[in-house]
């Protein structure tokens, strides 16, 4: 199998839709860490802040934290895209839908 048709296959773009929410799961793991930085004087009663500080001018001053900025815009739309994509083609597959209907004995997502 080549790396176009890897892609192009069911199987291919579940893994781009996994890949894309690893990494929307990296930043906000690296977001919570910044944000925690708040909280480092219960640590050192000396720092006021000093380690945030550090941080967010880590954030903003390097050209690559901004390049992974527009990634990160990249690889959300490319993530709702994927699972809308992988959404529509499932539902056109299988055109019955399942053999039991709950009726209303079912709960909604949105109900609870």
């Keep these: 199998m080549k790396w176009s048709e890897f ?3 069911s199987v291919g773009k579940k ?3 996994a890949l894309s929410g690893l990494f929307l799961i990296s930043f906000l793991v690296v977001h919570v860490g910044i944000n925690a930085c708040i909280y ?7 720092d006021n802040g000093e380690i945030f500080n550090i941080a967010a001018h880590f954030m903003g001053a390097y050209y690559v934290i901004r390049i992974l900025e ?3 815009f990249a690889g959300f739309f490319i993530h709702i895209i994927q699972g809308y ?3 529509a083609k499932n539902s056109a597959t299988r055109r ?4 039991v209907s709950m009726g209303s004995k079912g709960s909604r997502w949105y109900r609870k």
């Design 7 to 9: 892609f192009t296959s």
């Design 40 to 46: 480092a004087d219960i640590l050192d009663d000396h």
């Design 85 to 87: 994509v992988l959404a």
């Design 96 to 99: 019955i839908g399942y053999k």
């Design 70 to 72: 527009v990634g990160l």
């Design 15 to 17: 893994f781009v839709m």
